[in-house]
Nanobody, 121 residues
Framework: QVQLTESGGGLVPAGGSLRLSCVAS????????MAWYRQAPGKQRELVAG???????NYEDSVTGRFTISRDNAKKTVYLQMNSLKPEDTAVYYC???????????????WGRGAQVTVSS
């Protein structure tokens, strides 16, 4: 059974930095695109950044230049380095991955349970 486990959330003052990590565990044949989403109170979940298995990245406009997504395929881990944090970055951050559990299985989307990031003004 595949699991995504996030870590690294917390409380940080505006202008500070945090690094989120997400490890994929369980039976994994292929780990394709991985991404970070966030959901602030009263708002819809939104894509923050994504990275393909080959390392191509994309970012939501408001985080471009401040956040960096990366991955370590050997460790089945995706990271989100967040710099120059703003109060509006406060949200629960969710790890997302497209995974093929076995050779015969279809590609499936998995979600982590989320990590709270709070940026104080």
């Amino acid at each position: 059974q595949v699991q995504l486990t996030e870590s690294g959330g917390g409380l940080v003052p505006a202008g500070g930095s945090l690094r989120l990590s997400c490890v994929a565990s369980g039976t994994i044949f292929a780990l394709n695109t991985m991404a970070w989403y966030r959901q602030a109170p009263g708002k819809q979940r939104e894509l923050v950044a994504g990275i393909t298995s080959g390392g191509n990245t994309n970012y939501e406009d408001s985080v471009t230049g401040r956040f960096t997504i990366s991955r370590d395929n050997a460790k089945k881990t995706v990271y989100l380095q967040m710099n120059s944090l703003k109060p509006e970055d406060t949200a629960v951050y969710y790890c997302n991955a497209n995974i093929k559990p076995t050779y015969w299985a279809n590609l499936k989307v998995y979600w982590g349970r989320g990590a709270q990031v709070t940026v104080s003004s």
